[in-house]
C-alpha cells in the first residue's frame, strides 16, 4: 500500500463549479496535512494546511482532515479558470516523514 | 530577487557529463532540500540541510552529491547520470527542518541522453 494515494485525474469542470480533491493515507502518526497547488513550470504553492481533524476555510478553499478515516479533503467552490493547476495533497508529523502525493491534474474550462 | 531561486531552468547532458545544479534562497531560512519531480509519482525527497547541515539522504545513489556551503546556497553535482535520473529537480526551503511550510523554486527541467 502506497503511503499517500491521490486520483492523478486529469479533472475537468466547468467554471463556476465546485471541486473536490482527495487524498488518502496509510500512516495514522500524520498531524500537519497541506495542500500544494502547482501551476505549469512553476514550483508547488502552500495552499492551505491542516493541524490534526477538523475544517479550515480560506476564501473559496475549503481544507477537510478526517483522520479516523484517513482521508482528507480540499474543496473549491465557483472554480475559476486560474485554479487550473495541479493540487498536491502532503503529511507530516512535524519535523519527520513529509511525504506527498503524487498530485491531480484540474482543469477548470471558461 | 525573491523567494526561491534555481537555476539553470533547463539542462540536457550526456551520461558522462558532470553539470551542477544551483538553488538560492532569500527568505532568511535555515532547511534547504532537493526534491526529484517525475511524471505521474510523487514528489521524492533526497536530500534535507538545516543550518548548513545534512539531516536526511533518502537513499539517494552516488551520482547526486550536495552541497551546502551555508543557509542560503544549496547546490546538487551530477556525474554520470542515467536516462531514468530525467526529471525536474526541486529546490524547497523552510524555516525550520520539518517545517510543514516549506517554499518551492521553479525547478531545473534536467534531460539525460
Known amino acids: 500500500q502506497k503511503e499517500v494515494e491521490q486520483d492523478p485525474g486529469p479533472l475537468s469542470v466547468p467554471e463556476g463549479a465546485i471541486v473536490s480533491l482527495n487524498c488518502t493515507y496509510s500512516?495514522?502518526?500524520?498531524?500537519?496535512f497541506m495542500w500544494y497547488r502547482q501551476y505549469s513550470r512553476k514550483g508547488p504553492e502552500l495552499l492551505m494546511y491542516?493541524?490534526?481533524?477538523g475544517n479550515k476555510e480560506d476564501g473559496r478553499f475549503t481544507a477537510q482532515v478526517d483522520k479516523s478515516s484517513k482521508y482528507i479533503s480540499l474543496f473549491i467552490r465557483d472554480s475559476q479558470p486560474s485554479d487550473s493547476a495541479t493540487y498536491l495533497c502532503?503529511?507530516?508529523?512535524?519535523?519527520?516523514?513529509?511525504?506527498f502525493g503524487p498530485g491531480t491534474r484540474l482543469s477548470v474550462l471558461p | 530577487e525573491t523567494g526561491v531561486t534555481q537555476t539553470p531552468r533547463h539542462l540536457v547532458m550526456g551520461m558522462t557529463n558532470k553539470k551542477s545544479l544551483k538553488c538560492e534562497q532569500h527568505?532568511?531560512?535555515?532547511?534547504m532540500y532537493w526534491y526529484k519531480q517525475s511524471a505521474k509519482k510523487p514528489l521524492e525527497l533526497m536530500f534535507v540541510?538545516?543550518?548548513?547541515?545534512?539531516?536526511e539522504n533518502n537513499s539517494v545513489p552516488s551520482r547526486f552529491s550536495p552541497e551546502c556551503p551555508n543557509s542560503s546556497h544549496l547546490f546538487l553535482h551530477l556525474h554520470t547520470l542515467q536516462p531514468e535520473d530525467s526529471a525536474l529537480y526541486l529546490c524547497?526551503?523552510?524555516?525550520?527542518?520539518?517545517?510543514?511550510?516549506?517554499?518551492f523554486g521553479p525547478g531545473t527541467r534536467l534531460t539525460v541522453t
Open positions: 524547497a526551503s523552510s524555516q525550520a527542518s520539518g517545517s510543514y511550510e516549506q517554499y
Open positions: 500512516n495514522s502518526a500524520f498531524q500537519y
Open positions: 491542516t493541524y490534526s481533524s
Open positions: 502532503a503529511m507530516s508529523n512535524y519535523g519527520q516523514n513529509f511525504v
Open positions: 527568505l532568511g531560512h535555515n532547511a
Open positions: 540541510y538545516n543550518f548548513k547541515e545534512q539531516t
